[in-house]
T-cell receptor
Framework: EAGVVQSPRYKIIEKKQPVAFWCNPI?????LYWYLQNLGQGPELLIR????????DSQLPKDRFSAERLKGVDSTLKIQPAELGDSAVYLC?????????????FGPGTRLLVL | KQEVTQIPAALSVPEGENLVLNCSFT??????LQWFRQDPGKGLTSLLL?????REQTSGRLNASLDKSSGRSTLYIAASQPGDSATYLC????????????FGTGTQLKVEL
């Protein structure tokens, strides 16, 4: 069974340019998470989706970040415009969405470098 | 606000040594605590998940303990091997937090030949 798929794996852009990350969760998983991991830090939740609804986006910097999960499956996270401080790893995770406390499964992440 | 701290930040040991990684958290109202492994350039691999009602979990050479009342967990690795070299992260799920994971900053482990 395929795990969580993310693309691209690496992205290098110049500041002020837009960038988008894509995530395909494990089949049948209703809940999808985007995490931000800065160098030397643990991941921090940006947004959580239950099916196509964003139920927790309190940590998402809405002035430049946006996300969508239109059909309740794949999700896209966008940054526009990117800033130097956005250089980090963006992790996507998914879970069944049946019970609180259930295990999340993580993708390999997209490593972003903003020059 | 839940805060998770891991000590030490980095650790280097010779092969074969037993070692302990520490994790502490400030809010004891948790569903569970989970230990992850992260290899360079890769995502997170779940190692052990301990429910709040449990005291410990074991998997192979790994043993994780949980003392919820004191806000502490330890990950014990027996007979360490070079392949154990990675960053180890602990994370907690707070009750009422919507399955949000709050992570520590990790312990970077290097096991030398």
């Amino acid at each position: 069974e395929a795990g969580v798929v993310q693309s691209p794996r690496y992205k290098i852009i110049e500041k002020k340019q837009p960038v988008a990350f894509w995530c395909n969760p494990i089949s049948g998983h209703n809940t999808l998470y985007w995490y931000l991991q800065n160098l030397g830090q643990g991941p921090e939740l940006l947004i959580r989706y239950e099916n196509e609804e964003a139920v927790d986006d309190s940590q998402l910097p809405k002035d430049r970040f946006s996300a969508e999960r239109l059909k309740g499956v794949d999700s896209t996270l966008k940054i526009q415009p990117a800033e130097l401080g956005d250089s980090a790893v963006y992790l996507c995770a998914s879970s069944l969405g049946h019970t609180e406390g259930e295990t999340q499964y993580f993708g390999p992440g997209t490593r972003l470098l903003v020059l | 606000k839940q805060e998770v701290t891991q000590i030490p930040a980095a650790l280097s040991v010779p092969e074969g040594e037993n070692l302990v990684l520490n994790c502490s958290f400030t809010d004891s109202a948790i569903y569970n605590l989970q230990w992850f492994r992260q290899d360079p350039g890769k995502g997170l691999t779940s190692l052990l998940l301990i429910q709040s009602s449990q005291r410990e979990q074991t998997s192979g050479r790994l043993n994780a303990s949980l003392d919820k009342s004191s806000g502490r967990s330890t990950l014990y690795i027996a007979a360490s091997q070079p392949g154990d070299s990675a960053t180890y992260l602990c994370a907690v799920r707070v009750i009422g937090g919507g399955n949000k994971l709050t992570f520590g900053t990790g312990t970077q482990l290097k096991v030398e030949l």
